[in-house]
């Protein structure tokens, strides 16, 4: 099956750092999302990014299909930007995503 | 527009306890999942639905059963519950797109099993 590698495996920032988490992927994919696990469990979409770039507020996505990775950046990092980051994938042919092992992020005031 | 909800939200069972988790969603998505979260640990699949009628094995399925007896729900069926299905369970739906679409994840349902 498709892996799915997200890195780094943890991230802690100073309140107002950028920053930028990296998701691989082994194969073509015709459906990529990002996702943060907030402290309270909920899992929250960021960006559905299979390919291109997007933006929402101080957060931004970008895809680069060709070479099976993306992108995603946290300006101006606040406390509530803490939790897990997900990335997780689809293929042409598949029904399931494959997630990454996420990227846990603390944000300390 | 709800989205994805589940029912209930925690749960305390005994081992060897039974009890269905309810999963419905109102933005007619053919596909639905049922996913489990260990702590520290990340989804892992247990069963999804196609559609209507269908479903089919995740990575994880033994000791759950799944029905989709209608578009909008999929129950997740514990038959004996052991403490190794302590966990937080989460629902999740899809519409069907080719792949090319958002999937949408309810709020999960924290499950102890003593």
């Known amino acids: 099956g498709i892996q799915v590698e997200q890195s780094p495996p943890d991230l802690i920032l100073q309140e107002g750092a950028n920053s930028t988490l990296r998701c691989n992927f082994s194969?073509?994919?015709?459906?990529l999302q990002w996702f943060h696990q907030n402290p309270w469990g909920q899992l929250i979409n960021l960006f559905y990014?299979?390919?291109g770039t997007k933006q929402n507020g101080r957060l931004s996505a970008t895809t680069v299909a060709t070479e099976r990775y993306s992108l995603l950046y946290i300006s101006s990092s606040q406390t509530t930007d803490s939790g897990v980051y997900f990335c997780?994938?689809?293929?042409?042919?598949?029904?399931?995503?494959?997630f990454g092992g996420g990227t846990r992020v603390l944000v300390k005031p | 527009n709800a989205g994805v909800t589940q029912t209930p939200k925690f749960r305390v069972l005994k081992t060897g306890q039974s009890m269905t988790l309810l999963c419905a969603q109102d933005m007619n998505h053919e596909y639905m999942y049922w996913y489990r979260q260990d702590p520290g640990m990340g989804l892992r699949l247990i069963h999804y639905?196609?559609?209507?009628?269908?479903?089919a094995k995740g990575e994880v399925p033994d000791g759950y059963n799944v029905s989709r007896l209608k578009k909008q729900n999929f129950l997740l069926g514990l038959e004996s519950a052991a403490p190794s299905q302590t966990s937080v369970y989460f629902c999740?739906?899809?519409?069907?797109?080719?792949?090319?679409?958002?999937?949408?994840f309810g709020p999960g349902t924290r499950l102890t099993v003593l």
């Open positions: 997780a994938v689809l293929r042409a042919a598949g029904n399931k995503l494959t």
């Open positions: 999740a739906s899809r519409r069907n797109s080719g792949g090319r679409d958002t999937q949408y």
């Open positions: 194969d073509s994919v015709n459906n």
């Open positions: 990014i299979p390919s």
């Open positions: 639905s196609v559609g209507e009628g269908t479903t």
